[in-house]
C-alpha cells in the first residue's frame, strides 16, 4: 500500500484538496468582485433605476470565475473517479490532480476580484451613456480571459496529461 | 497601505471632535483580518464604491459648458430657464433678487452635502473634510465680530456642521465647543491678536485639521492636496511677508507645518535676497509651476494673481484624478465641481442682475471640472 | 462589402421657399444635413449668416408635455419584472393621426391643471411628512397632563422637557436634590435606554440645573406653537393627517383620471420633437437677403429619388452633386442583406467603420453565430433559445433595433441546437446514458475527450484572423497598390496557410501535404522578413523591420490562436453545469414521493440558471473575439453615422410608413 499514498495523503484526499482549492479560489474571486460592482452599481441605481437592466450583466460578468472552480470541482468529482472506486487511486496520481487543480485556483481568484474592479469602473460608463453598455461589457470581459485560460489547463492536464495513467494503471 | 502613517505632526493634542465617535470601525481580531483591504484599488471600491456610483448617476446633471455658454448669452430670467435644465433649477425657481438667488444656492449646496453625507459611508471623514470649512468660517466672522465690536458680517449658518448658536456661546465660553474650534477659540482669546493676526491662526488651525482629517480618511490624495494647499499657503505667507517686510518671529507664527516644503526651508529661504530665494524655492515639488505661478520673467514674483493660479494648480490636480474610475477622487472631484457650479452660477446671476456685458462675464468665469 | 458611398449635394434656393424645402428634405429622408456655417468660418460672415431657429417655444411646449409624461409615468401601474424594464411604452398611430394630434390636445390646458395639481401633492405630502415627525416627536410625552403652551407661562418655576440617558439619571437625580432643592421631576416614558422626564425648577435654580444638564447629558425639548396636553395634540395632530392624506388621495385620483391621454401625449411629445427637429435644422442653412443654401450628403443610389422630389418645388432651386473632396469623409451607413443586418448592431457597438473601410458585417454575422453557438453547444439550450426569441419577436411590440437584435440571437439559438448536435450536447446528458444514434461517427465527446475540439477551435481561430487579414490585404489592395498589399498582408496570409497545411498533413499523416505545408511556411516566413516592411527606406531597416514583424507574428499569432480555445471552454461549462444539474435531480429521484417534484424544480431552475449564466458569456466572448482579435487585424472605426433629416420618432411607431 506504500505506492497508494503520496506524502502522507491517500489520492483521493489530494484530489480533494485540488477540488476544494479551486472551488475556494474562484467563488471567493468572484463574490469579491461582484462585491465591487454591486457597490457601484447600488449607488447608480439609487438615482437611476431604471438603469438596472444594462447594469445587470456588468454585476454578474465577474461570476464566472466561480463558475470555473466549479466545473473544476465538479470534474474532479465525477469525471477522475477511477471506475473502479477512488479507493484505488494512488496517491502520486491524486498529487498530479491537485496540482492540475491549481492554475484554476489562483488565477479565477485574482481575476475575479481584479475583474470586479474593472466592472465597476466600467458601471461609471453604463451611468453616462446607457448606449454605452456593450463598449462598458468588454472591458471586464479583457480580464477574463485569462481565467478562461487557466480553465483550459487545467482541463488540459486531467484529461490528456493524467487520464492516460487511469488506463495504465488499469483503473 | 491605509492607516499606516504617524502623525507627524501633532493634529491636535485633545480628540479629534465629538462627531467622531462612536464611529471607529469594529475592528475584527488580527488573527481574522485577511487584508486586502490594505490593497488602495480593493479597499477603496469597497468604501466609496456606492459615493461613487450615486455620483456618476448624478454627473449628467452638472453644469454643461454648453450650458454655461448660452448662460452668458441670455438675460436673468433666460438664463433661469437655462438653469431648470440642471438640479439647481428648482432651488433657483422664482428668485429675482440676489439675496433669494443667495439663499437658492445656499439651500443648494446644503443638500449636495446632505447627499454626499448620505452616501458616504458612516466613517468616512471626507464630508467633514468640506463641511469644516464653513465652520471655520462661521467661527472667524464671530471671533473677528468679538475682537473688533463690529457686526456679524457673512455668516454661513446653513451650510456649517455646527450650529452657529453654538459657535457664539462658544465664542464667550470656549469649553463648550467640539475640539478644533475649542482650541482655535482658547488660542485666539488667550493672546489677544490683532484681527489680521487672529485670522492666520484661524487659518493655520484649519489647514491642521483638514490635514488631520486627510490622514484620518486614509487617503492619499486628500493628503496630497492637504499638503498641497498648506504649501500654496506658507509660499502665500512668505510672499506678504516679503512684501511688508515682517519680522522673522512674526512671520514665522503665520506658517503652517505639515506641508510638503519644510516650515524650516520657508523660513530659511526668507532672509535670503530675491534670486536666491527664488532659484531655491525652485528645487522644492513646485518648480516647474511655481515660476509660472509667481509670474514669469517679472521683477519681482507678484501676488496679484497667486491665489488664481494656486487654484488652477489644485483644479489640475483634481482633472487629473477624474481618470481614476473609483475612490475618493471622484467623490472629492464631484463636490468640487458642484462647488465651483455655484461660485459660478453666483456669479453669473449677479452680472445678469447688475447688466453686465456678455463679455465681460465670460472673462470672469473659471473652466468648470467637466470638460 | 465597402459602406454605401456618398455624394455631397448642394441646394440653393430662394428664401421664400425655405419652408417648403425643409419639408420636402423631412418627407424624403434621404439627406444628412452638414452644418454649413461652422464648415465656412468666418469667411462668409459679411454677406451670410446662419439662420437662426426660433426655437424657444418649442421647446417649452417638449419640456412640459415631458413634465406631464413624467408625472403620469409615476401614477401608472408598472409592469413588473425584469421583462418589463426591458420594453419601452409604444403607440401605434398612422401617419394622418400623427399628424392630427397637435389639434387633438390642448397642451396648454393640460399642463395648467396638472401642474396646479402637483404643486398641491407636493404640498399636502411635505404635510403629512410633518405631522408624522410632529407625531413621532410628541409620542413619548404622552403621559403629560398639561397642556404644553402652559409650560413656559409659570412665573416662578419652568417645567421643562427633557430625555436623557439612562446610565446617568441616577448621578443626576442624587446632585439635582442636593444642589437644587426647589427642584422635582416626573419620568413619564421609558424607551430602552432612553428617559423621559418632565422637569419643574425653581427659577432661582436654573443656573445649576443647565450647569447640571450639560455636565450629564440632559437634552431639552420644546414644542413651539402646540397649545395642548400631548395627548389633545396628537388627537388634532392624527385628525390633521387623515384630511391630509384623504386630501392626497383626492389630487393623486385627479392625476390619474388624465391617465388616458397618456398615449395622446406621448405622440404629442413625439411631434412636437420632430417640429423642433424642423427647426433647428436651420442652424445647419447658410442665407443671403434672398438665398438659402443648404449642403448634405447623399446615398448615391438616392441622387435621382431627391432630384425628382425637389422638381416640382421650382425652377428656381439650384441642386448640385458631387464626389467627396480630399480631406472630407461623408458619413458613414451600412449596407447590408436582410440576413446579414441583424449583425450591424454588433458593429454599431463598437464605432462604425471609417467610409474609407470595408463594412465588415458580412463576416461578422457567421462567425458571431457559430462562436455563439459553439459556446452554448447544446441542442436543448439552442432550441429553448430559439424558440423564446422567436416568440419574443413575434408578440411582443419592440423597436426595429431590438427585433434585430432578437433575430441576431435566435440565429445564434439555432447555431447551438447544429453544434450541440455534433458535441452531443443534450441538457448536459452524460455521453454514456445517451442513445447510440446520437452518438454518431463525427460527432465528440467534449468532456472525455477534449484535444480535437480544442483542435477545430484553434482552427477557426486561425480562419478567423486569416480573414481579418485578407480584408486589409484587400483594403490596401485597393488604396495602394495590389504589390504592397501582397508584401505587407499576403506573406502572413502566406505563412498561416502554409501552417494550416502543415499541421493538416501531420494529422492525416500524410507525408507529401506535411511537405507542402512546410514549404509554404518558410515561403511565407520568409516573404514576411524580405517583404513585409518594404516600405521603409534604407535596406537594413527592410530586413529587420521584416525580422521584427516575424518575431511579432510568431507572438502573436499563438496568443490569438489560443484565445480562441475560450470557445471550447465555454461550451464545456455548458455541459459541464449541465450534468451536474441532471446528477442532482436523479439523487434527488431517491426520495419517496417528493422526489418527482423536487427533480422537476431541480431540473427546471437548474438548467434555466445554467442557460441565463451561459448566455451571458456566450454573447460576452464572441464579441470579444470580433472586437480584439478579428477587428485587431484591419479595422479603422472614425465613422459618423449617417442620420438623414427626417421623420424621427421614438415613442410612437408610424404603421404605414
Known amino acids: 500500500m506504500e505506492a497508494a499514498t503520496f506524502g502522507g495523503l491517500s489520492g483521493l484526499h489530494w484530489a480533494l484538496l485540488g477540488a476544494a482549492l479551486a472551488v475556494i479560489g474562484g467563488g471567493s474571486g468572484s463574490s469579491m468582485g461582484i462585491t465591487y460592482v454591486a457597490n457601484v452599481a447600488g449607488g447608480i441605481l439609487t438615482d437611476m433605476p431604471d438603469r438596472f437592466g444594462p447594469l445587470l450583466p456588468l454585476v454578474v460578468i465577474p461570476g464566472t470565475q466561480g463558475i470555473y472552480g466549479f466545473i473544476t470541482g465538479v470534474l474532479v468529482a465525477f469525471v477522475m473517479k477511477p471506475s473502479s472506486g477512488w479507493e484505488a487511486l494512488p496517491g502520486w496520481v491524486g498529487f498530479q490532480i491537485f496540482l492540475a487543480c491549481l492554475p484554476v485556483c489562483f488565477v479565477c481568484f485574482v481575476s475575479g476580484a481584479y475583474q470586479g474592479l474593472t466592472s465597476a469602473g466600467a458601471a461609471g460608463m453604463v451611468a453616462k451613456r446607457r448606449e454605452e453598455m456593450g463598449r462598458a461589457l468588454v472591458l471586464p470581459a479583457l480580464v477574463e480571459t485569462y481565467a478562461v485560460l487557466s480553465l483550459i489547463i487545467t482541463i488540459l492536464y486531467f484529461f490528456v496529461v493524467i487520464r492516460p495513467f487511469y488506463s495504465t494503471l488499469g483503473i | 497601505m491605509y492607516r499606516k502613517y504617524r502623525l507627524e505632526v501633532d493634529p491636535l493634542k485633545e480628540q479629534p471632535s465629538p462627531q467622531a465617535e462612536g464611529r471607529k470601525l469594529k475592528k475584527l481580531p488580527d488573527y481574522l483580518r485577511i487584508d486586502l483591504g490594505a490593497i488602495k484599488p480593493f479597499h477603496e471600491t469597497l468604501r466609496y464604491g456606492h459615493a461613487v456610483g450615486r455620483i456618476r448617476a448624478q454627473e449628467m446633471r452638472l453644469l454643461m459648458p454648453h450650458h454655461v455658454g448660452r448662460l452668458i448669452e441670455a438675460d436673468f430670467q433666460e438664463a433661469l430657464h437655462?438653469?431648470?435644465?440642471?438640479?439647481?433649477?428648482?432651488?433657483?425657481?422664482?428668485?429675482?433678487?440676489?439675496?433669494?438667488?443667495?439663499d437658492a444656492l445656499i439651500d443648494y449646496l446644503h443638500d449636495v452635502y446632505e447627499f454626499l453625507r448620505e452616501a458616504l459611508p458612516k466613517d468616512s471623514v471626507l464630508f467633514e473634510f468640506f463641511h469644516c470649512r464653513y465652520d471655520f468660517h462661521n467661527l472667524k466672522v464671530l471671533l473677528k465680530a468679538r475682537l473688533e465690536g463690529t457686526g456679524e458680517e457673512a455668516l454661513l449658518p446653513r451650510l456649517g456642521r455646527i450650529d452657529v448658536e453654538v459657535l457664539r456661546r462658544g465664542v464667550e465660553n470656549p469649553l463648550e465647543l467640539p475640539s478644533p474650534y475649542k482650541e482655535v477659540v482658547v488660542e485666539v482669546l488667550e493672546k489677544e491678536p490683532s484681527p489680521p493676526e487672529a485670522e492666520t491662526v484661524i487659518d493655520r488651525h484649519f489647514l491642521r485639521y483638514r490635514?488631520?482629517?486627510?490622514?484620518?480618511?486614509?487617503s492619499d490624495f486628500l493628503l496630497e492636496f492637504s499638503r498641497t494647499s498648506i504649501d500654496f499657503a506658507n509660499l502665500k505667507a512668505l510672499l506678504r511677508a516679503r512684501q511688508l517686510g515682517k519680522d522673522r518671529e512674526v512671520f514665522q507664527r503665520s506658517l503652517v507645518e505639515g506641508g510638503y516644503i519644510p516650515v524650516t526651508y520657508i523660513l530659511e529661504v526668507y532672509g535670503d535676497p530675491e534670486e536666491v530665494m527664488m532659484r531655491k524655492l525652485e528645487q522644492t515639488r513646485y518648480s516647474s509651476r511655481l515660476l509660472e505661478i509667481l509670474g514669469e520673467g517679472e521683477e519681482k514674483p507678484s501676488l496679484s494673481d497667486f491665489d488664481r493660479k494656486s487654484?488652477?494648480?489644485?483644479?489640475d490636480m483634481l482633472r487629473a484624478s477624474r481618470r481614476i474610475s473609483v475612490g475618493a477622487e471622484p467623490v472629492f472631484a464631484f463636490v468640487r465641481a458642484r462647488e465651483n457650479e455655484v461660485t459660478m452660477v453666483r456669479m453669473l446671476l449677479m452680472a445678469k442682475l447688475h447688466n453686465l456685458a456678455p463679455e465681460a462675464i465670460e472673462k470672469m468665469l473659471r473652466k468648470p471640472y467637466l470638460e | 462589402m465597402p459602406v454605401a458611398r456618398m455624394s455631397k449635394v448642394a441646394i440653393l434656393a430662394p428664401c421664400e421657399r425655405r419652408d417648403e424645402l425643409i419639408q420636402r428634405l423631412y418627407e424624403l429622408g434621404a439627406v444628412h444635413v452638414v452644418n454649413l456655417p461652422s464648415q465656412l468660418g468666418d469667411e462668409l460672415d459679411e454677406v451670410a449668416r446662419p439662420c437662426r431657429p426660433e426655437a424657444r417655444e418649442l421647446r417649452l411646449a417638449l419640456s412640459r408635455s415631458d413634465f406631464l409624461l413624467d408625472l403620469l409615468s409615476r401614477f401608472e401601474d408598472k409592469r413588473g419584472g425584469l421583462l418589463g424594464g426591458f420594453m419601452q411604452e409604444r403607440v401605434h398611430l398612422t401617419y394622418e393621426e400623427f399628424i392630427r394630434v397637435e389639434r387633438e390636445v390642448d397642451l396648454e390646458e393640460v399642463y395648467r391643471d396638472l401642474e396646479e395639481v402637483d404643486i398641491q401633492l407636493r404640498h399636502a405630502e411635505s404635510r403629512i411628512t410633518e405631522i408624522r415627525r410632529n407625531l413621532e416627536a410628541l409620542h413619548p410625552w404622552r403621559g403629560l397632563a398639561f397642556p404644553l403652551a402652559d409650560l413656559a407661562r409659570l412665573r416662578w418655576c419652568r417645567v421643562g422637557l427633557a430625555t436623557m440617558g439612562l446610565l446617568s439619571y441616577a448621578a443626576w437625580a442624587e446632585e439635582m436634590e442636593a444642589a437644587c432643592p426647589h427642584s422635582t421631576w416626573v419620568e413619564l416614558h421609558r424607551e430602552g435606554e432612553r428617559l423621559y422626564l418632565a422637569v419643574l425648577v425653581h427659577r432661582e435654580s436654573l443656573d445649576t440645573y443647565q450647569a447640571l444638564a450639560q455636565k450629564y447629558g440632559l437634552e431639552e425639548v420644546s414644542f413651539l406653537g402646540l397649545e395642548g396636553t400631548p395627548e389633545e395634540e396628537i388627537r388634532r395632530l392624527e385628525g390633521e393627517l387623515k384630511e391630509e392624506e384623504a386630501v392626497k388621495e383626492d389630487l393623486q385620483s385627479r392625476i390619474r383620471e388624465k391617465l388616458p391621454i397618456k398615449p395622446k401625449l406621448l405622440a404629442l411629445n413625439d411631434y412636437l420633437r420632430n417640429l423642433l427637429l424642423k427647426e433647428e435644422v436651420k442652424e445647419n442653412f447658410l442665407s443671403t437677403e434672398r438665398v438659402v443654401a443648404v449642403e448634405g450628403w447623399v446615398e448615391d443610389s438616392r441622387r435621382e429619388e431627391l432630384l425628382q422630389g425637389l422638381a416640382d418645388l421650382g425652377e428656381e432651386l439650384d441642386v448640385s452633386f458631387s464626389p467627396p473632396e480630399e480631406g472630407e469623409t461623408?458619413?458613414?451607413?451600412?449596407?447590408?442583406?436582410?440576413?446579414?443586418?441583424?449583425?450591424?448592431?454588433?458593429?454599431?457597438?463598437?464605432?462604425?467603420?471609417?467610409?474609407?473601410?470595408?463594412?465588415?458585417?458580412?463576416?461578422?454575422?457567421?462567425?458571431?453565430?457559430?462562436?455563439f453557438g459553439m459556446c452554448i453547444a447544446d441542442v436543448g439550450y439552442g432550441a429553448i433559445l430559439a424558440l423564446v426569441t422567436w416568440l419574443v419577436q413575434r408578440k411582443l411590440d419592440l423597436s426595429e433595433a431590438a427585433r434585430r437584435?432578437?433575430?441576431?440571437?435566435?440565429?445564434?439559438g439555432v447555431a447551438a441546437v447544429v453544434v450541440g448536435i455534433f458535441t452531443r450536447g443534450w441538457f448536459g446528458v452524460e455521453s454514456e446514458s445517451l442513445p447510440s444514434f446520437l452518438k454518431f461517427k463525427g460527432s465528440l465527446d467534449v468532456l472525455m475527450n477534449p484535444v480535437p475540439m480544442m483542435l477545430i477551435c484553434a482552427g477557426l481561430g486561425l480562419l478567423h484572423i486569416s480573414i481579418g487579414v485578407a480584408i486589409e490585404m484587400y483594403d490596401n489592395m485597393r488604396q495602394n497598390s495590389i504589390w504592397l498589399g501582397f508584401c505587407e498582408q499576403g506573406t502572413t496570409l502566406l505563412m498561416w496557410l502554409g501552417l494550416a497545411v502543415m499541421a493538416l498533413g501531420g494529422g492525416v499523416k500524410v507525408k507529401p501535404v506535411q511537405t507542402v505545408g512546410t514549404i509554404l511556411l518558410a515561403g511565407g516566413a520568409a516573404g514576411v522578413v524580405f517583404l513585409s516592411n518594404i516600405s521603409s527606406k534604407s535596406v537594413l531597416g527592410k530586413f529587420f523591420g521584416g525580422l521584427y514583424n516575424l518575431y511579432g507574428l510568431f507572438g502573436g499569432t499563438i496568443g490569438d490562436v489560443a484565445s480562441y480555445l475560450r470557445l471550447y471552454a465555454l461550451g464545456m461549462a455548458t455541459v459541464a453545469i449541465g450534468s451536474?444539474?441532471?446528477?442532482?435531480?436523479?439523487?434527488?429521484?431517491?426520495?419517496?414521493?417528493?422526489?418527482?417534484?423536487?427533480?422537476?424544480?431541480?431540473?427546471?431552475g437548474g438548467h434555466i440558471f445554467n442557460l441565463l449564466i451561459n448566455l451571458l458569456s456566450a454573447f460576452v466572448h464572441p464579441l470579444r473575439l470580433q472586437y480584439v482579435e478579428f477587428f485587431g487585424k484591419f479595422y479603422e472605426d472614425g465613422g459618423e453615422p449617417f442620420a438623414p433629416f427626417a421623420l424621427r420618432t421614438e415613442k410612437v411607431v408610424i404603421d404605414d410608413r
Open chain 2, 82 to 102: 437655462i438653469l431648470d435644465e440642471v438640479e439647481m433649477g428648482d432651488y433657483l425657481a422664482g428668485a429675482s433678487t440676489a439675496r433669494e438667488v443667495d
Open chain 2, 211 to 218: 490635514l488631520y482629517l486627510a490622514r484620518r480618511e486614509g
Open chain 2, 311 to 315: 487654484d488652477d494648480y489644485i483644479m
Open chain 3, 330 to 371: 461623408p458619413p458613414t451607413l451600412l449596407v447590408n442583406s436582410r440576413r446579414v443586418k441583424p449583425a450591424e448592431s454588433l458593429i454599431n457597438l463598437f464605432g462604425l467603420p471609417h467610409p474609407a473601410e470595408t463594412d465588415p458585417t458580412p463576416f461578422v454575422a457567421p462567425f458571431f453565430i457559430l462562436f
Open chain 3, 405 to 412: 437584435f432578437f433575430r441576431l440571437i435566435m440565429y445564434c
Open chain 3, 580 to 604: 451536474v444539474v441532471n446528477r442532482m435531480a436523479g439523487m434527488v429521484l431517491g426520495i419517496p414521493v417528493l422526489g418527482i417534484i423536487g427533480m422537476v424544480v431541480i431540473l427546471v
